[in-house]
């Protein structure tokens, strides 16, 4: 770890610190939180990114604490919660399907650098590698972060011979121009 990335995360640290926010642990997650919880998601992953998001619902955050899917965690101020994460872990591994925030906020607010660094907090004391997935590549890199590429694998041996050549083309597609451009870019 680079002292730029120990300055940078100190600093993140330090929006916590401030007392502005109460970080709300799992076991103090509310059921009449659950209706802003999916508003926060929904303004992050839906709104501002992409409708092709899971579609996490209501009913799936209340299951997800009642059964205890996800490690959920928040920021609250003046008695509302303002930014979420949920996070799992397997093995040596955690990873966060779950994070939002409230977008109207201004950006100077930090909550997602708050949120970052809860994540990066609570890997550590639970001795987990954080696998944050993509996006955001740069502000990630800031705080240690580094880029691997994933892949997925489809079984097309069962298929005619048209649906086999599209998933060739695909891969040769992806390998020549896709893999090349995402490490250019450092996506």
Do not use: C
Request: net charge positive; proline share 3%.
């Amino acid at each position: 770890v680079t002292s730029r990335t120990r300055w940078v995360i100190k600093r993140d640290r330090r929006l916590i610190d401030t007392g502005e926010y109460e970080i709300v642990t799992p076991d103090k997650i509310a059921d009449q939180d659950i209706p802003r919880i999916a508003e926060l998601y929904q303004m992050l992953y839906i709104d501002k990114y992409s409708s092709h998001n899971p579609q996490f619902t209501e009913a799936f955050f209340r299951l997800a604490l009642q059964e205890q899917l996800l490690n959920i965690y928040g920021l609250r101020r003046n008695g509302r919660i303002d930014a979420v994460l949920g996070f799992f872990g397997r093995d040596t591994v955690m990873t966060t399907p779950l994070f939002g925030y409230d977008t109207t906020l201004p950006a100077e607010t930090g909550l997602y650098r708050m949120l970052s660094v809860m994540l990066i907090d609570l890997s550590a004391a639970r001795g987990q590698l954080l696998h944050e997935s993509s996006g955001v590549g740069q502000f990630k890199r800031n705080r240690g972060a580094y880029g691997t590429l994933e892949v997925s694998a489809v079984d097309d041996r069962g298929g005619s011979m048209a649906i086999r050549g599209g998933w060739w083309l695909l891969e040769k597609l992806l390998y020549r121009i896709g893999v090349p451009l995402i490490q250019k870019m450092k996506l």
